[in-house]
């Protein structure tokens, strides 16, 4: 099936910091959705990228659409202390009505 | 408006038992989605109901079922519960025709024993 590698896995970060995070893909995607999800509750939706180069804030966050169309990007500025939590890629291939996933980015944000 | 909702929220069931995970959604989405989330893995794809009247296999269809019982809900079923199925299940929709965020619940934590 579909592969798609989020990095990195987990990040350690001082308050005030800012963050980079990224997942790429062997396919080429449609669309991108970024999530946060805490402990004990549902993916949240960060953002929505659409468009191969499509560059999208919301907030502090920042996220853009590779213009390979086989990865996307999401920054924080600022970082607080609830930025904690996991935040997830996906990805949705042309012609298709699903998504995948990454396995996650963990964020730690030490006060 | 209350979104996506679940229930249950927490489920212990023994090996061989069987169980239905309830959905709905009030957002007159035409897609629906079910996910099983384990410890340090992303979300899996288990079905899909991209409009009414229709579902498709998702990564991990083994082991279940589903039903679109209307364009509101969508349920899972596990028939013969297995303790490889111990999981936390996620249902997600989508208006799914030209935008394709997915929204989701706040899942059901179930242990097979």
């Known amino acids: 099936g579909q592969q798609l590698n989020q990095s990195p896995q987990s990040m350690f970060i001082q308050e005030g910091e800012d963050v980079s995070m990224n997942c790429t893909s062997s396919s080429i995607f449609n669309t991108w959705l970024w999530y946060k999800q805490d402990p004990g509750e549902g993916p949240v939706l960060l953002i929505a990228l659409y468009k191969a180069g499509e560059l999208t804030s919301n907030g502090r966050l920042t996220a853009q659409f590779g213009i390979t169309r086989k990865d996307s990007f999401l920054n924080i500025s600022a970082s607080i202390p609830s930025d904690v939590g996991i935040y997830f890629c996906a990805g949705r291939p042309s012609n298709f009505n699903k998504f995948y996933f990454g396995s996650g980015t963990k964020l730690n944000v030490k006060p | 408006n209350a979104g996506v909702t679940q229930t249950p929220k927490f489920q212990v069931l023994k090996t061989g038992q069987s169980m239905t995970l309830q959905c709905a959604q009030d957002?007159?989405?035409?897609?629906m989605y079910w996910y099983r989330q384990d410890p340090g893995m992303g979300l899996r794809l288990i079905y899909y109901?991209?409009?009414?009247?229709?579902?498709d296999k998702g990564e991990v269809p083994n082991g279940y079922n589903v039903s679109r019982l209307n364009k509101r809900e969508f349920s899972l079923r596990l028939e013969s519960a297995a303790p490889s199925q111990t999981s936390v299940y996620f249902c997600?929709?989508?208006?799914?025709?030209?935008?394709?965020?997915?929204?989701f619940g706040p899942g059901t934590r179930l242990t097979v024993t």
């Open positions: 109901s991209a409009s009414e009247g229709t579902t």
């Open positions: 997600a929709s989508s208006e799914g025709t030209i935008r394709y965020e997915q929204y």
């Open positions: 957002m007159n989405h035409n897609s």
